[in-house]
């Protein structure tokens, strides 16, 4: 049985700014930490075989910055961080640029890997963020992750809200 | 009463518009409202969406109140 740990310092942010990865890395220095990790995710060149120039992000942005900041005190939470922040994009991206940054600082590197791992996982389960891949022959077309799973049925809000009401208290996508 | 409903990326090019303003009766469920936005629709939207109210995620048997923020959300897909 591990004692509880105290929450550590977030910081969740919807941004419409290019996102500067070291920044993160100062809003989680912390000298008790000897294991930070950082994780970048980045437009592809390409997605199911087509060629992409860019991808629009857009977000219910209200919602996604509570989801965010929910999702940072969760992991914070579960895995015990001195500090944690994460930063999600909008607006159009070019090739190779962030869309999302997650930093995260603890005593030691499995838990800080695990952390952000939490954050980026849950991120692309629950918060409202939608993209639209912009393809080299100048069409677009919105990512829609469910497509195959549920390409027999369609998508079931209902299902997938049952899940998401109760979730957030025992869904650890870390563990099998 | 009246109720508005947010609409987002393809949901909302779907349908041609960002949100719909729509009476519902006093009482009504998220489901009954669902079923009056795909009125005319439904081969635009699926059958039975994400539904959020007062950002958070809601299940269907959730009774709309005045006021609330009901937001029709398609499969995430941030990251």
């Known amino acids: 049985m591990i004692a509880p740990i105290a929450v550590g310092r977030t910081h969740a942010a919807l941004v419409d700014r290019s996102i500067d990865p070291s920044a993160l890395l100062r809003a989680v220095a912390d000298v008790g930490a000897g294991a930070t990790a950082l994780f970048l995710g980045t437009v592809r060149h390409t997605h199911d075989g087509r060629a992409v120039t860019g991808i629009d992000y857009q977000a219910y942005s209200t ?102 009401v109760s979730a957030a208290a025992t869904h650890d996508p870390c563990r099998p | 009463m009246t109720v508005n409903v947010l609409l987002f990326a393809s949901y909302a090019d779907a349908l041609g518009r960002p949100r719909i303003e729509m009476a519902v009766a006093p009482g009504s469920t998220v489901a009954d409202m669902v079923a009056r936005v795909r009125d005319g629709h439904a081969d635009r939207l699926p059958a039975r969406p994400l539904v959020a109210v007062n950002q958070e995620y809601a299940t269907y048997d959730r009774v709309i109140e005045p006021g609330d923020e009901i937001a029709l959300i398609p499969p995430v897909a941030g990251g």
Do not use: C, N
């Not at chain 1, 940054?101 to 005593?107: D, G, L, P, Q, T």
């Not at chain 1, 919105?142 to 299902?159: E, I, M, N, Q």
């Open chain 1, 63 to 164: 919602m996604a910055d509570r989801l965010l900041q929910a999702i940072v005190t969760e992991a914070s939470q579960r895995y015990g961080t001195r500090a944690i922040a994460v930063e999600h994009r909008v607006g159009y991206l070019s090739l190779g640029e962030t869309s999302v940054a997650i930093a995260s600082a603890h005593e030691r590197r499995a838990p800080a890997f695990a952390a952000a791992r939490y954050v980026i996982e849950e991120i692309k389960r629950r918060v409202p963020i939608w993209k639209r891949e912009h393809y080299v022959d100048g069409t677009r077309e919105w990512v829609d992750p469910t497509r195959d799973a549920s390409a027999s049925t369609g998508l079931d809000g209902v299902a997938a809200a049952d899940a998401m």
